[in-house]
């Protein structure tokens, strides 16, 4: 799977079993976040952001459906239901809201670590190998050619210094994930950084004014207060 750690959040109350798969999951070099209930997988989901989801259809308070029915409002992340149920109707309903493939309890552990590295092959290597063949970064209207070294917004092209260039190359490359001044610093700069040099934060303001339509309400390049800065992921 390369040298990237995917993270795969499993939702489960039967957390014996999660324990025991955690360590197939881990022995594979990835992470496993592990959630009891569905509401807990939701607040798990939106921190860490993993690469696929494991969800059990029966859990309290909210089940695998629902819980991946609010997920697939803002996400196509890879999904497996699990469940010791066997009617072809739970199938046919995780499916259509959105599941990518179902594991019947009790399962196999090897098993659903195949599913999964199948699921991650299927989405990420495709998504890594469409990339570099267009070498083309795109997300909220922008198009970043990482090749002629251009930016275009809704087709109209954009000048860009090389720093920011470099900046928005980034963020583009990692909607949704948070970087710190530092980070940032480091990909875009070739001296060692000052802690309170204010150099990061001038750039992202002159970022701003060429991109976002309302560079004083920014809705791509965002503040997270404490930590640093984000490239807002397309809903």
Known sequence: MGERK???????????LLDALQLFVER????????DDGRSALELFETHKPDLILLDVMMPGLDGFAVL????EKSRVPALM????????????GLDLGADDYITKPYNPLEVVARIKAQLRRCYDYQEQSRQESNVLKGCGLELNLTEGTLTKCGHEISLTRTEFRIL?????????IYT?????DHSWDEPYMEDDSTV??????LRNK?????????????IKGLGYKFEKEK
């Open 6 to 16: 995917f993270v795969i959040l499993a939702a489960d109350d039967e957390v014996e």
């Open 28 to 35: 594979e070099g990835m992470e496993l976040i592990k959630a």
């Open 69 to 72: 029915r609010k997920i697939r």
């Open 82 to 93: 699990m469940t010791a149920r066997t009617e072809d109707y739970d199938k046919i309903l």
């Open 169 to 177: 190359e980034l963020f583009m490359k990692a909607p949704g994930r």
């Open 181 to 185: 001044k530092q980070q940032i610093f």
């Open 201 to 206: 934060m001038v750039h992202i303001s002159n």
């Open 211 to 223: 991109i976002e339509d309302d560079p004083k309400k920014p809705v791509m390049i965002r503040t």
